[in-house]
């Protein structure tokens, strides 16, 4: 399937057309919201399958940042918050890849990915899509647990390797 070309704001300030990257191979992961330290979660939080575990999948992505590199694969973070609300965690746990924002759902409604509604909020579920010279090659959904994410991936791509 064509990635759709859609160019969404990421927290370096840029703005990033996923079906235009000269990469090997993209990985990017979906993921509902990141807490901020202080704030309370929505309510009923801990009881959304799959809600839980978004920090530790982004630690994840990050622990493999050399993986990645290796394997020709750039990575990016999806959600639906603002790049305000996302560069906080990009910067308080130190992630060295960009996270993109569709707030307005361009992609996410472009390509009919799963959502769900809490305390008002329209949230992506966590998948992970590995895209390739403009389409999806590959698929990961569900996502569980989030925090072996990143290996999941890393491994996929080994298995699947390009000459």
């Given at each position: 399937?064509?990635?759709?070309?859609?160019?969404?704001?990421?927290?370096?300030?840029?703005l990033i057309d996923l079906s235009k990257r000269t990469s090997l191979r993209t990985v990017a992961y979906?993921?509902?919201?990141?807490?901020?330290?202080?704030?309370?979660?929505?309510?009923?939080?801990?009881?959304?399958p799959g809600a839980r575990g978004c920090?530790?999948?982004?630690?994840?992505?990050?622990?493999?940042?050399g993986n990645f590199a290796a394997l020709q694969a750039e990575v990016f973070?999806?959600?639906?918050?603002?790049?305000?609300?996302?560069?906080?965690?990009?910067?308080r746990v130190g992630l060295s890849f960009d996270i993109l924002s569709d707030a307005q759902f361009k992609f996410c409604d472009a390509l009919q990915l799963p959502t769900f509604q809490v305390d008002g909020?329209?949230?992506?579920?966590?998948l992970t899509l590995v895209l390739r010279d403009g389409?999806?090659?590959?698929?990961?959904?569900?996502?569980?647990?989030?925090?072996e994410s990143a290996s999941e991936v890393v491994q996929w791509l080994r298995n699947h390797r390009l000459t």
């Open positions: 399937m064509p990635v759709p070309a859609i160019a969404l704001p990421s927290t370096s300030g840029e979906c993921y509902p919201m990141t807490g901020v330290p202080g704030r309370p979660l929505p309510e009923g939080w801990d009881n959304i920090t530790p999948q982004a630690l994840g992505f990050q622990e493999h940042t973070g999806i959600s639906t918050q603002t790049s305000d609300y996302q560069r906080e965690v990009k910067e909020m329209r949230l992506l579920k966590r389409h999806i090659e590959h698929v990961f959904y569900p996502v569980f647990p989030p925090n």
